[in-house]
């Protein structure tokens, strides 16, 4: 499975932005989906999760209320939309795939097998 993340973009805080992850090579119908991020200087962080029938959501403290996930499996796309956007989300956001069709989701990076290349989101305070 192939993975890129689209819809990055410069905003000012408050503002919002969907993120957009299509998969290829194959179908995330299997998978449970998530959303890292990783700013200039620090490691990269869990964000959100969302299992593979999207009866299961697992949200980072920081994005809690924030930002939702979801997935289109027909399209084989995965969605990161956030909203009332702070400084401190600025970060370039990747989006990974891991094969399990668990309800219980993962927030470490090791449990994650195939990612794709991030976008970048910047927040101008």
């Known amino acids: 499975v192939q993975l890129q993340a689209s819809g990055g973009g410069l905003v000012q805080t408050g503002a919002s932005l969907r993120l957009s992850c299509a998969a290829s090579?194959?179908?995330?119908?299997?998978?449970?989906m998530a959303w890292f991020r990783q700013a200039p200087g620090k490691v990269r962080e869990f964000v959100a999760a969302?299992?593979?029938?999207?009866?299961?959501?697992k949200f980072a403290r920081s994005v809690r209320g924030r930002f939702t996930i979801s997935r289109d499996n027909a399209k084989n796309m995965v969605y990161l939309r956030m909203n009332s956007l702070r400084p401190e989300d600025t970060a370039t956001y990747y989006c990974?795939?891991?094969?399990?069709?668990?309800?219980?989701?993962?927030?470490?990076?090791?449990?994650?097998?195939?990612w794709g290349h991030g976008t970048q989101v910047t927040v101008s305070s």
């Open positions: 990974a795939a891991d094969l399990y069709e668990g309800t219980v989701l993962e927030d470490q990076e090791r449990e994650y097998n195939y």
């Open positions: 090579g194959g179908s995330i119908s299997n998978y449970a």
């Open positions: 969302i299992s593979w029938t999207s009866s299961s959501t």
